[in-house]
């Protein structure tokens, strides 16, 4: 069976102006166009690929204002849902975001879904793409925790996948969590922008099937928990 991957931000409700998301948007899908070819082009999700096809979009924040302002991405008081998908058949890719929530018990998130097998899958699949991805969604979205992980690995380790309280392949913690206390090798710490620290675990793929994998992600869970850096997305009172 393929072991597929994400890339997730997460923060708690934060609302803001539709001008607001459509300046954070713009400023992913743009980051993301210089992190791989598949990420240059967007169409609005559709129910079918034909639909799609025809929905294209340039990623600038006036066109995205109003393509927010339609009402089929506007959820109740404001909150709003867009999902966009690259157009490739074999390589099929999506970018979807739920913001504006206003109640703080609601996490606001944006997720990249990235091809799933075959060439380009090898090829994005690796630790500097993905670590490029978390960077752009952390400059987008200021986001209070991230990461990128397998569906597998986060279903083994975490049963309510609640973001904040579990560790990936690469795990972005914001810089309001804390500090950060010593990792083992072969753990990687990588500032992001201003903003926050990303810990990447290993160079290589990290699968849910290598039990070496599983047992470092472990070893950093119990040191970040000890430090107090997992915890669930609370808004800030």
């Not at 490029?132 to 380790?157: I, K, L």
Request: one cysteine or more; hydrophobic letters at 40%.
């Amino acid at each position: 069976m393929t072991e597929t991957y994400y890339s997730g931000v997460y923060w708690p409700g934060r609302p803001e102006p539709l001008e607001v998301y459509s300046r954070r948007a713009a400023l992913l899908f743009q980051s993301l166009s210089s992190v791989d070819p598949i990420l240059s082009r967007w169409f609005e999700q559709a129910a079918s690929r034909d639909v799609a096809l025809k929905g294209e979009f340039v990623p600038r924040a006036e066109t995205l204002l109003g393509l927010f302002a339609k009402k089929k991405y506007q959820l109740a008081d404001g909150e709003i849902f867009f999902a966009a998908w690259n157009g490739e058949s074999n390589a099929s890719s999506v970018v979807n975001f739920s913001c504006g929530s206003p109640s703080p018990e609601t996490v606001d998130l944006c997720v990249w879904t990235p091809p799933a097998k075959g060439d380009v899958a090898g090829r994005v699949l690796s630790a500097s793409v993905l670590t490029q991805v978390m960077s752009a969604m952390v400059r987008a979205w200021a986001p209070e925790w991230g990461v990128f992980t397998s569906d597998n690995h986060r279903d083994a380790v975490s049963e309510c996948a609640d973001p904040g309280t579990f560790v990936g392949w690469g795990t972005y913690l914001s810089r309001n969590r804390g500090t950060l206390p010593p990792l083992p090798a072969p753990v990687r710490i990588e500032p992001v922008a201003d903003k926050g620290t990303l810990i990447i675990l290993t160079p290589e793929r990290f699968t849910a099937s290598n039990s070496e994998h599983l047992a470092l992600a472990e070893t950093v869970r119990e040191q970040l928990d000890r430090a107090g850096l997992l915890k669930p997305l609370q808004a800030q009172r």
